[in-house]
């Protein structure tokens, strides 16, 4: 089955740096990779997600980048705010796949 | 529009008590998954429900474990005997699925189950 990978499991960064996220997914097949954020308490929510005919996909402080071919893709965050802190998960899904997989998570702090 | 709802936000019960989790899904959406979140294992897929067809069970850890959705919307996870590893948060999420390679899955916010 499929496994995902998930680097850094922390990440503390100054408010206003960058925060990047990594992940890698062993099963070829896996074409849709979502990124969920989870604050305290709440179930994760998705703030971004790629699907496996783009390399790169943007929206406002966020982004993530897909590379097919090495299996891995990763979150970017610019210009971190306090807000941002929380922990995100990355995940893989195949083609009509009912299940998601999910990496481990990284808690991300950021430091005012 | 509403969410994924579920309850209760938190149960506490005695070992070898039975509990039931309960799942709103999002109006309209076909498919619904429940998954695991504990200490040291992550997010563990459990079941999904996709309309009328049969149920992946693969995730359920052991018999002790069912669901049930009834009428195409509402679910509930049961989990008979409770064992103190069984202590985590459980989550619901619902997907549209109107093809096959979309699915986005929308997220509960979770209960929390504590066994003593």
């Known amino acids: 089955g499929e496994n995902v990978e998930q680097h850094p499991s922390t990440l503390s960064v100054q408010e206003g740096d960058s925060a990047v996220i990594k992940c890698t997914y062993s099963?070829?097949?896996?074409?849709?990779f979502p990124w969920y954020k989870q604050e305290l308490g709440k179930g994760p929510q998705l703030i971004i997600d790629?699907?496996?005919?783009?390399g790169e996909k943007k929206d406002q402080r966020i982004a993530v980048t897909l590379n097919k071919t090495a299996k891995h893709f990763s979150l970017h965050i610019t210009e971190t705010q306090p807000e941002d802190s929380a922990v995100y998960f990355c995940?893989?899904?195949?083609?009509?796949?009912?299940?998601?997989?999910f990496g481990g998570g990284t808690r991300v702090l950021v430091k005012p | 529009g509403a969410g994924v709802s579920q309850s209760p936000s938190n149960k506490v019960t005695e070992k070898g008590k039975d509990v039931e989790l309960r799942c709103d899904p999002i109006?309209?959406?076909?498919?619904l998954y429940w998954y695991r979140q504990s200490l040291g294992q992550g997010l563990e897929f459990l079941i999904y429900?996709?309309?009328?067809?049969?149920?992946?069970k693969s995730g359920l850890p052991s018999d002790r474990f069912s669901a049930e959705r009834t009428g195409g919307s509402v679910s509930t996870l049961t989990i008979q005997r409770t064992q103190q590893e069984d202590s985590a948060v459980y989550l619901c999420a619902s997907s549209l699925v109107s093809t096959p390679s979309t699915d986005t899955q929308y997220f509960g916010p979770g209960t929390r189950l504590t066994v003593l």
């Open positions: 109006s309209g959406h076909t498919a």
């Open positions: 995940a893989a899904i195949k083609a009509a796949g009912n299940k998601l997989t």
């Open positions: 099963d070829s097949a896996s074409n849709y």
């Open positions: 429900f996709q309309g009328n067809s049969a149920p992946d």
């Open positions: 790629i699907r496996s005919n783009v």
